[in-house]
C-alpha cells in the first residue's frame, strides 16, 4: 500500500486531495493546524492518521514526518493568499513566504532524504499560475509561488539521479476559503474534487508540471512571453478591476 503525507489538509484543495488519494488505496498523514477538521477528516477515511502541525514550524513537520513512517508521495499544499496592493503588504508578504515557500521546504527537507536512500519517492509542490508571472493586488502571492516553482524546478534536475520525482501544480482558480475573498470574477473556476483527480493522475504518471485548467495555462504561458512594455499596458487597467474582500481572507 502506498503511503501518502498532505499538508493543509484540512480544507480546499488538500482536504479533496485526502479523499482522491484514499479512494485509490493510499494510507494517508494529513498534517493541519485546525485539530477538529483534520482529525474529522481522518476518522472519516480508511488507514488515514492526523497530525495538528504549523508547517512554519520546522520541528513539528520533521517530527509528523518521523511518525508517519516512511513516504513514498509528499504533497505541500498548505498556503496562504493575502490580496492587495505591494505596497501595502510587507507583513502579508512574510507570512505568505512562511507558509507557501518555507513550508515545502521543511516538509521536502524531512522526507527527500529517505527517498533518496530507497531511490524513490514522488513530492509534489502545490505552487499556482500566478506564479508564472507578477500579478498586481497578487505581489506576494506570485512571489511566493514563482519561488516554490524555481526550487522545485532545481530540485527536479538534481533529484533525478536517484530516481525521485518532483512535480510542481499550478492550478488556476479553484473554489476554496482561499478564493471565497475574491469579489472579481474567476474564470474557470473548478471545484476542489476535479482539482484533486487532475493532480492525483498528474503525480502518478510521474509528470513534471501539472498545469490545469488549460485555457488559464495557455494564456498565463503566452502572458509569461509578453515583452514587459505589452504586460504593463495590459495589466495596469486590470489590476485596477480586480476587487477583493479582505474579511474573507482565510489560511
Known amino acids: 500500500m502506498q503511503r501518502a503525507i498532505i499538508t493543509g489538509a484540512s480544507s480546499g484543495i488538500g482536504a479533496a486531495m485526502a479523499r ?28 488515514t492518521v492526523a497530525f495538528p502541525c504549523d508547517v512554519t514550524d520546522k520541528s513539528a513537520v520533521a517530527d509528523a514526518v518521523a511518525r508517519a513512517d516512511d513516504i513514498d508521495v509528499a504533497i505541500a499544499n498548505a498556503g496562504v493568499g493575502v490580496s492587495g496592493w505591494a505596497t501595502k503588504l510587507i507583513a ?16 521536502f527537507d524531512a ?12 513530492f509534489a509542490g502545490i505552487a499556482s499560475l500566478a506564479g508564472l508571472r507578477g500579478l498586481p493586488t497578487a505581489a506576494g502571492y506570485s512571489a ?37 475573498k475574491n469579489k472579481f470574477k474567476m474564470p474557470f473556476l473548478m471545484k476542489p474534487e476535479e482539482a484533486a483527480s487532475v493532480i492525483a493522475d498528474g503525480i502518478e504518471r510521474g509528470k513534471r508540471v501539472v498545469e490545469f485548467p488549460r485555457p488559464i495555462s495557455m494564456l498565463m504561458r503566452t502572458v509569461r512571453m509578453l515583452p514587459d512594455a505589452i504586460f504593463d499596458r495590459v495589466m495596469i487597467p486590470a489590476g485596477a478591476r480586480r476587487k477583493i474582500d479582505p474579511s474573507k481572507v482565510k489560511r
Open 144 to 180: 511566493s509561488k514563482a519561488a516554490m516553482q524555481a526550487y522545485l524546478e532545481a530540485a527536479r534536475v538534481e533529484l533525478k539521479k536517484f530516481t525521485v520525482r518532483v512535480i510542481t501544480v499550478n492550478p488556476g482558480f479553484i473554489d476554496t476559503p482561499m478564493t471565497e
Open 92 to 107: 502579508e508578504a512574510e507570512q505568505m513566504m512562511r507558509v507557501n515557500y518555507f513550508g515545502m521546504l521543511y516538509l
Open 20 to 47: 482522491e488519494l484514499s479512494r485509490r488505496g493510499y494510507a494517508l498523514a494529513l498534517l493541519a493546524r485546525r485539530t477538529d477538521l483534520i482529525q474529522q477528516l481522518a476518522s472519516e477515511l480508511p488507514n
Open 111 to 122: 522526507v527527500i532524504p529517505k527517498m533518496m536512500e530507497r531511490r524513490s519517492g514522488r
